[in-house]
């Protein structure tokens, strides 16, 4: 009788810690599980901003995004704090939010989606998009041939042969960029025409230096640029999602989804503001009104 005795409390404590173990990680309850898929941390995150970072940073390099190698390291260091920052806002929303508190601390994450990872990070490379746009000329004569192929001649030929304009044009506007923004010296090598020769205004066509720096106070200031990066993250976030493009095979897993309103401008804005903050707190200046 003394040995059941003793033993019924060990039973007891294993029994229980079992049920909390399989409440904890269970597929939808328990504060571990919540923690885990998404209210404080969420391994598919560091999926996306590995990769998301490898292709943005490669893109603004490829375009002229960053202009210095200061700039670049400060973009850096921004992108490294990325995902703790978000999962921080994001958490103290929830615990702020007394029906999203309620359930975290039931052990349920709250099926509520308040930010963007994929629009917070935009602010770190928007903000130096004007030195791309420097070079205004490769980039008119591009999106021109984007928009004449994938939204124009697609109505006109009808949809037999739409696919192939559409992947055409995408060919064709991105071979008219690179050949105008680095065609010089490669057509010097190999005795080929200039691109100011073949382009003509595409190929030379520049904004001053005045109006760049005007460009880049207004996206750094803290009083316009996130309001400006908002507006162009939303502006992107509707012409990616168009059917026209999505209708297009395996390009339109590059693509992001559509997302309301609220979730792209709160997004895009708090994230301008962050890397704002990094800026500020590495000695830069802080610019409030351009």
């Not at 019924?8 to 173990?21: G, Q």
């Not at 601390?105 to 963007?116: K, R």
């Not at 999602?241 to 559509?258: A, D, G, K, V, W």
């Amino acid at each position: 009788m003394e040995e059941t005795r003793r033993s019924i409390p060990l039973d007891s404590v294993r029994e229980a810690t079992a049920t909390l173990l399989s409440r904890e990680f269970s597929p939808s309850t328990g504060h571990a599980t919540a923690v885990l898929a998404g209210c404080a941390f969420a391994p598919s995150l560091l999926t996306f901003w590995f990769i998301n970072g490898l292709l943005d940073f490669s893109t603004a390099l490829a375009i002229g995004a960053v202009g210095s190698t200061s700039g670049l390291v400060v973009r850096l260091v921004a992108y490294l704090l990325l995902v703790p920052t978000f999962l921080l806002l994001r958490i103290g929303y929830y615990l702020v939010h007394p029906k999203h508190r309620r359930a975290v601390l039931a052990g349920t994450c709250p099926n509520a989606t308040l930010f963007s990872l994929d629009w917070f990070s935009v602010g770190i490379l928007a903000t130096g998009l004007p030195l791309a746009f420097q070079r205004l000329g490769p980039w008119i004569g591009a999106n021109t041939v984007y928009v004449v192929g994938l939204f124009v001649l697609p109505r006109v030929l009808g949809q037999r042969t739409s696919l192939a304009v559409k992947l055409g044009s995408l060919a064709v506007g991105t071979i008219v960029f690179l050949y105008a923004s680095y065609g010089a010296p490669v057509a010097a090598a190999f005795g080929l025409p200039a691109p100011a020769a073949v382009l003509g205004p595409v190929a030379t066509l520049t904004l001053s230096d005045a109006t760049t720096v005007l460009l880049l106070r207004v996206t750094n200031s803290v009083f316009f640029g996130p309001v400006v990066v908002a507006v162009a993250a939303l502006s992107m976030n509707r012409i990616l999602t168009r059917p026209e493009l999505t209708s297009i095979p395996l390009f339109r897993h590059t693509l992001p989804s559509r997302d309301p309103a609220r979730i792209v401008l709160g997004s895009a804005a708090l994230g301008t503001l962050f890397y704002l903050g990094v800026v500020a707190a590495f000695g830069g200046q802080v610019v409030l009104v351009p």
